[in-house]
């Protein structure tokens, strides 16, 4: 509480005191506890955040899951930030309604530095005595290592630097990138859980006089995974096939239902060979591709 003496005496000799407390009271909506604070918080919004180590990947707390104390969850825009207890929660109390605020974990803060937050994070506008709930699972990443190579017609493979590297996902959207040093190593690190396909920059395999290999398949599970010498040999220079990731199989298989999923489950990279004004045309096009590339 804020306390505020207030001393007077007039020439007619009298003599008055007073003493002004000025507190706040605001309620977190995960635990019922009350904190108290020198300022009025009615006019305020809150963030009442729930953090925890997410272990089956289904995005939810739930039994097996481990509550993570010391995490810092920012207010970023409104300046101001919060750890998590023991029980894993972080109040923020007194956010000022007046400015839209994204929430996020500070990734680097009071946990495991191979941990990624399952969740981005939201932008909220504060409202005077409301405090919005928050859920932030954290998954363990992944990394994968390696050379990249290209294969010689004669004598032994020669390394490639300065090619580029991406890991894409299902959706065809590219997650992270990076670049082989003087000796060819690459490393991705930190990658979240899910299923990625690593793919080789086009134009760096022509500068190389290489070709590029089929998109190699990368699966990070929930208990995190690293993959250590994962070495990639680029071919000798040839036709190269442009490949760009439309759909995952899951979708791929809702746009055709009769599909046999099963079947195709980890053998198969579907690529989109675009389309044409007429089927001729594509027929044409896809035959010439099947017999060159088969």
Known sequence: ATLSPTLSYDSLGAFSALLQAKFGLSRNPYTGGITMSGRTESDKGGIAALVYLDKDGDNKFSPGDELLEGVTVQAVHSQLEAETDKNGEAFIFNLPTTTITDVVVQENSGMDPTWVSGFAGVSVRPRPGYVTRIEFPMHMSGEVDGTVYANMAAGKPRILKDMHLTLYDGNGKAV???????????????????????????????????????????????????????????????????????????????????????????????????????????????????????
């Open 176 to 294: 992270m990138s990076t670049i082989t040093g003087y000796d060819g190593y690459y490393l991705f690190e930190r990658i979240p859980p899910g299923l990625y396909y690593l793919i080789a920059d086009g134009d760096d395999a022509k500068n190389n006089h290489v070709s590029r290999p089929a998109p190699q398949k990368i699966d990070i599970g929930f208990k995190g995974a690293v993959i250590d010498g994962n070495n990639i040999f680029m071919n000798p220079e040839g036709a190269d096939v442009q490949v760009s990731i439309k759909a995952d199989l899951g979708d791929y298989a809702k746009m055709n239902p009769t599909l046999d999923v099963a079947a195709l489950k980890d053998k198969t990279v579907i690529l989109n060979l675009g389309s044409y004004y007429s089927r001729e045309l594509m027929v044409v096009v896809w035959y010439r591709l099947k017999t060159r590339y088969e």
